[in-house]
């Protein structure tokens, strides 16, 4: 019988990546990159001298468009198939990335008219701009005692999609009346390939406060803002599609764009975070699945509906059919070690680990694995993109204690990869302690890979026996397996997981004696966590509130 494949395609926040599986047993054949041209706009909108202001973060929808002309046929070359034997293709994409379009799909930031506008472009998840509308979407929710606030931790994030249509009519509001569609870029590139327009029920339920069936009541929408009221009958989609779904099939022009046959399966849409569990043989209740890379998202299976403090999101089926599927997550970890790198490693270094034919990375790493933990006497917050879980709050700001003369760059790159691990128990015990066991962890992404240092301080510092995907490219993965399930290749994505997902034999254990340290030290970190996060010392604000101040920000 001929070996059959699909292509899961991997939207990223600096790039996109294909890769080409086969559907009998997941083996990844090849893959592809393509780096956004424009990647993340956050100084000024391209060919413009329109300056955007601190905590924005856009991007260029046809950069999208670029994926699939050039990683996708790229990818079916180089794996050597025959791209007739492709049945289908997923994607997946970071969440909420949103964009205003008209109704046949045209983005806003393309037409002339609206091309300088900032808020016509694809607001990134990492878009925090939008905090003064996510307070007041939480101050309303919890004036009228909206029961579904409880579903997302108390907190909806500034990086959700009501948080960022709010600011588009506060903002922009002819940028809002302008727009036919509000939707995910996820559902959008889907949109594109089959010309079908759909919702996923994970962005919705996740990042869309879709819960129980419904979005948010009229009268709640009218207390945010008047014009809010009929946004979910003009400007959304009622009607959801379930993971595994068919979206539709490839059209001709998007089988120009791809190389692929006209007429495959489409998928439905989904989050790369949530894709990834399946693609991990995660399909049951109590195995963590973080997936590790310029954030984390921390993913957990449940039988039972429950309110964990701080968790990004809990939707009945979001994940899996059938379990409820738990989100937390940490809003900097990779983005915080190059942000070290970049600003703040003298040039030493950099020479050493050319000499030594490594990355700087890998070259600190090696430097720092030579300690013992405590022995840098160093504690830092990990907030240098604010906090995702458990505090749910983006102004708070990165903190580095015990430092002096004597303090070394390597000292200070542990301490960094030890505090993203602190904020990782945080995320652990506060679902323990609410009746959301956790076992295990499973990691994926792109840390694991290149940071076996990494690894085994986080099972020191959790206490939990660390495994690891066995792909390099987990939401491609699981993006190809859901293809498989929307083609027919399976039933359901449990059995997809069984056949396709993969796990490392490898695994990482929590060393004794470390993790005694660690516990000493994570008793400080919680300390400072809770000084700093909860409102006993507001001097991280403070200081935020005098640079926007003397920037003339409001």
């Keep these: 019988m001929t070996e059959k494949y699909t292509i899961g395609v991997d939207f990223g926040t600096e790039s996109g990546r294909a890769v080409v599986v086969r559907v009998s047993d997941g083996a990844e054949l090849a893959s ?9 706009i956050d100084d000024r909108l391209p060919d413009s001298e329109i300056q955007l202001p601190p905590e924005w973060a856009l991007q260029n929808p046809d950069d999208y ?3 699939f002309k050039n990683a996708v046929p790229e990818a079916v070359q180089v794996s050597g198939i025959n791209p007739a034997d492709v049945i289908g293709i997923g ?3 970071t969440a909420c990335t949103m964009l205003p379009t008209l109704a046949d799909g045209t983005p806003l930031c393309r037409l002339p008219q609206w091309r300088n506008n900032p808020h016509a472009w694809v607001k990134l998840w990492k878009h925090h701009a939008a905090q003064p509308e996510a307070d007041r979407i939480n101050e309303t929710a919890r004036q009228m005692g909206e029961g579904w606030l409880n579903r997302y931790g108390g907190k909806i994030s500034s990086e959700w999609f009501f948080s960022k249509v709010l600011q588009i009519l506060d903002e922009a509001p002819e940028v809002y009346h302008a727009a036919d569609r509000l939707l995910e870029a996820a559902d959008w590139v889907v949109w594109q390939l089959c010309g079908i327009e759909t919702r996923n029920t994970c962005t919705a339920g996740y990042k869309a406060i879709y ?5 948010p009541s009229k009268d709640y929408l009218r207390a945010l803002h ?3 009221v009929n946004v979910v009958e003009t400007k959304l989609m009622t009607e959801l599609a379930p993971l595994g779904g068919c979206a539709g099939v490839l059209t001709e022009e998007a089988a120009g764009w791809t190389g692929l046959p006209a007429g495959i399966a ?3 849409a989904n989050v790369d975070a949530h894709v990834t569990v399946p693609a991990a043989q995660v399909v049951e209740t109590g195995r963590m699945v973080m ?10 299976l449940g039988n039972t509906l429950q309110e964990v403090p701080g968790m990004c999101g809990v939707v009945d089926g979001g994940i899996i059919p059938g379990l409820y599927g738990y989100e937390a997550g940490q809003s900097g970890v990779g983005d915080i070690f190059a942000w070290f790198v970049d600003n703040a490693v003298p040039p030493e270094y950099h020479a050493a680990a050319e000499r030594a034919g490594m990355d700087i990375h890998a070259y600190l790493e090696a430097e720092a694995a030579k300690q013992k933990p405590g022995e840098h006497g160093l504690l830092v917050l990990d907030w240098w993109n604010g906090n995702r879980s458990v505090l749910v709050d983006v102004d708070l700001s990165g903190l580095l204690v015990g430092a002096t003369l004597a303090t070394r760059a390597p000292d200070i790159y542990r301490a960094l990869i030890e505090a993203t691990a602190y904020g990782t128990r945080v995320i652990v015990e506060a679902f323990d302690n609410n009746g959301v066991p956790i076992s295990e962890l499973v990691a994926a992404g792109g840390l694991p890979e290149k940071n076996k240092l990494l690894m085994q301080i986080y099972a020191d510092v959790t206490g939990r026996e660390f495994r690891m995907i066995d792909s390099a490219q987990g939401p491609a993965l699981g993006s190809a397996m859901h293809a498989a399930v929307a083609a027919g290749a399976y ?3 449990q059995a997809a997981a069984v056949k396709m997902g993969k796990l490392k034999e490898e695994t990482f254990k929590p060393i004794p004696e470390n993790q005694a340290v660690y516990d000493r030290l994570y008793a400080e970190y919680v300390r400072l966590h809770d000084y700093f996060g909860r409102g006993e010392n507001d001097v991280m604000k403070r200081l935020r509130a005098i640079r926007n101040e003397v920037r003339g920000i409001k």
């Design 32 to 40: 592809a990159v393509y780096a956004y041209p424009d990647g993340v």
């Design 65 to 67: 468009i670029g994926v």
């Design 91 to 93: 994607v997946d994409f």
């Design 211 to 215: 819960q129980d069936g419904q979005y």
């Design 226 to 228: 008047l014009e809010l």
């Design 266 to 268: 489409v998928a439905v």
């Design 291 to 300: 997936i590790m890379g310029t954030s984390i998202c921390h993913m957990v």
């Design 491 to 493: 039933p359901d994505i």
